[in-house]
């Protein structure tokens, strides 16, 4: 099991020790925030899936892997869950809200 793996296994835990213990964290995944936590920004979920297929596509199809170009998914967002702030008492700044791709209210 990869680092990653483990602690996505652990979200829910992971989320509600923070709020337990009143810590503004902020997450790498769009899930913890829609959770409950409170800040993600990381590598948008669905490009990086789309990117994933088209790799096990080509392959396949018959392409060898190493033959295959690296990529990345070029796409981030950023999710804000206002409850959290406010169970946390903080104020987000409206131009905090407004970069976000998503806000939680």
Excluded at 29 to 55: C, I, N, W
Excluded at 72 to 98: D, F, H, M, W, Y
């Amino acid at each position: 099991m990869s680092f990653n793996a483990f602690f996505i296994g652990q979200n829910d835990q992971i989320v509600g020790l923070a709020a337990q213990h009143s810590v503004p964290a902020i997450y790498a995944y769009r899930a913890a925030v829609e959770a409950g936590g409170l800040v993600s920004y990381g590598t948008d979920g669905a490009e990086t899936l789309r990117v994933a297929v088209t790799y096990v596509a080509r392959i396949l199809k018959g392409d060898k892997p190493a033959d295959l170009p690296i990529q990345q998914s070029t796409r981030t967002e950023a999710l804000l869950n206002l409850k959290t702030a406010k169970a946390l008492g903080l104020t987000v700044p409206l131009s905090v809200q407004i970069l976000a791709n998503t806000v939680i209210e």
